[in-house]
């Protein structure tokens, strides 16, 4: 069975300061990660992937990711955070043998001007 | 690309009415996701197709929930007859093969 473990139910930061989210999963094989981001009621976004290659995955609106096979995580990072990054942000993974993506629980985060 | 199409995008509705929510999935995906999305149970799998042929409906909560997908560019998700804890957003999600999977806006039921 395959699952994913979001640690925090909120982050908060300041705006201009790093952000990480933290995530860590099991699978079993080599895993296919992603991250979500989800905004006050709408649907949940494409932030990035991590597939094969680089463990650093960069993605959309400056957020980055890295891939870290002996400690299972995948772990989401902007090096400066903006208010506008307020969101609920999801990670979620599946298994070269899975059909369908796990997701975590979701991380708040909360960026203060 | 339109992205993945839901309707409607907000339904309220009395108790023991039937609720239709319909998705058309991104083009050439063959894979369709519902989901439901409550503040208590966060983000749940309700069923998923594969080349339209259902293959995991384990999360369907009951039998008034049902889904189909009679073709490559439809699928409907059915309640009946619907309940107030059924109040919830409702996504559809595509994607091809293991590529990227996308979420539709999503459909907010409210049943009184």
């Known amino acids: 069975a395959q699952s994913v473990a979001q640690p925090e139910d909120q982050v908060n930061v300041a705006e201009g300061n790093p952000l990480t989210v933290k995530c860590t999963y099991s699978v079993s094989g080599n895993p296919y990660l992603f991250w979500y981001v989800q905004y006050p009621n709408r649907g949940l976004q494409f932030l990035l992937k991590y597939i094969t290659g680089d463990n650093l995955v960069k993605g959309s609106y400056g957020f980055e990711a890295e891939f870290n096979k002996s400690q299972t995580s995948f772990h989401l990072k902007k090096p400066s955070a903006l208010v506008s990054d307020s969101a609920l942000y999801f990670c979620?993974?599946?298994?070269?043998?899975?059909?369908?993506?796990?997701f975590g629980g979701g991380t708040r985060v909360l960026v203060k001007p | 690309d339109a992205g993945v199409i839901q309707s409607p995008r907000h339904e309220v509705t009395e108790m023991g009415q039937e609720v239709t929510l319909r998705c058309k999935p991104i083009s050439g995906h063959d894979y369709l996701f519902w989901y439901r999305q409550t503040m208590m149970r966060g983000l749940e799998l309700l069923i998923y197709?594969?080349?339209?042929?259902?293959?995991?409906d384990s999360g369907m909560p009951e039998d008034r929930f049902s889904a189909k997908m009679p073709n490559a560019s439809f699928s409907t998700l059915k309640i009946q007859p619907s309940e107030p804890r059924d109040s919830a957003v409702y996504f559809c999600?595509?994607?091809?093969?293991?590529?990227?999977?996308?979420f539709g806006p999503g459909t907010r039921l409210t049943v009184l």
């Open positions: 979620a993974v599946f298994g070269a043998a899975g059909n369908k993506l796990t």
């Open positions: 197709f594969n080349n339209n042929v259902p293959i995991d």
């Open positions: 999600a595509s994607r091809a093969s293991t590529d990227t999977q996308y």
